[in-house]
């Protein structure tokens, strides 16, 4: 095989054409012509790369690139399936994250408008559990006040009708009425 190789080296050589006086001529089959040169060394060229099997490598690795890219291709459109399913997850929960926060703002809003009428209602309870206090201890101020002043008038009529009935009364009179003033009580009592 090795001769193959050497062979059109040999025949392209200036010293081979000018040999027994040969005048090289532009003929199709002729050695002298470049055009037909150039096609033997091509037409070798391609049976070395076909004898070392150069087509069907470069048909592997273009086959395992190829697959090499698919893959790639495969596992990148399955990222992105999953990133879009992992967006719409997100996007998701937070739709329902502000959901939520607005129902917790809702109740939240609703409970402090509860407890704020609540506390107005407790408020008015207290306050008017405060003016009944303060109205029963005013009536009983005023009651006391009556009492004492009742109290007052009846000991100074009492000192006054004592001046005036031992003034007016003799001793027996007074013995009189202390025994009907006895009689009295004693009869209530029982």
Same mark, same amino acid.
Request: charged share 30%; proline share 2%; glycine share 4%.
């Given at each position: 095989?090795?001769?193959?190789?050497?062979?059109?080296?040999?025949?392209?050589?200036?010293?081979?054409?000018?040999?027994?006086?040969?005048?090289?001529?532009?003929?199709?089959?002729?050695?002298?012509?470049?055009?037909?040169?150039?096609?033997?060394?091509?037409?070798?060229?391609?049976?070395?790369?076909?004898?070392?099997?150069?087509?069907?490598?470069?048909?592997?690795?273009?086959?395992?690139?190829?697959?090499?890219?698919?893959?790639?291709?495969?596992?990148?459109?399955?990222?992105?399936?999953?990133?879009?399913?992992?967006?719409?997850?997100?996007?998701?929960?937070?739709?329902?994250?502000?959901?939520?926060?607005?129902?917790?703002?809702?109740?939240?809003?609703?409970?402090?408008?509860?407890?704020?009428?609540?506390?107005? #209602?407790?408020?008015?309870?207290?306050?008017?559990?405060?003016?009944?206090?303060?109205?029963?201890?005013?009536?009983?101020?005023?009651?006391?006040?009556?009492? $004492?002043?009742?109290?007052?008038?009846?000991?100074?009529? #009492?000192?006054? $009708?004592?001046?005036?009935?031992?003034?007016?009364?003799?001793?027996?009179?007074?013995?009189?009425?202390?025994?009907?003033?006895?009689?009295? #009580?004693?009869?209530?009592?029982?």
């Amino acid at each position: 095989m090795r001769y193959l190789m050497v062979l059109p080296a040999l025949i392209a050589t200036p010293a081979f054409a000018a040999e027994d006086g040969y005048e090289p001529g532009y003929g199709l089959v002729s050695l002298f012509n470049t055009d037909w040169v150039v096609l033997i060394g091509f037409l070798t060229f391609l049976s070395i790369l076909f004898y070392f099997g150069v087509p069907a490598m470069l048909g592997r690795m273009l086959d395992q690139r190829a697959e090499g890219i698919k893959s790639e291709l495969d596992e990148a459109r399955a990222l992105r399936e999953e990133a879009q399913t992992l967006l719409a997850s997100y996007e998701r929960k937070a739709r329902e994250v502000e959901d939520q926060s607005a129902r917790i703002v809702a109740e939240a809003k609703s409970n402090a408008e509860d407890a704020a009428a609540e506390a107005k #209602v407790e408020i008015e309870r207290s306050i008017a559990r405060r003016l009944a206090a303060a109205e029963e201890q005013i009536a009983n101020a005023e009651a006391k006040a009556a009492r $004492a002043v009742r109290d007052r008038a009846a000991s100074v009529a #009492v000192a006054a $009708a004592a001046e005036v009935i031992a003034g007016n009364t003799s001793a027996a009179d007074q013995n009189k009425l202390i025994d009907d003033a006895i009689e009295e #009580v004693g009869r209530k009592l029982h």
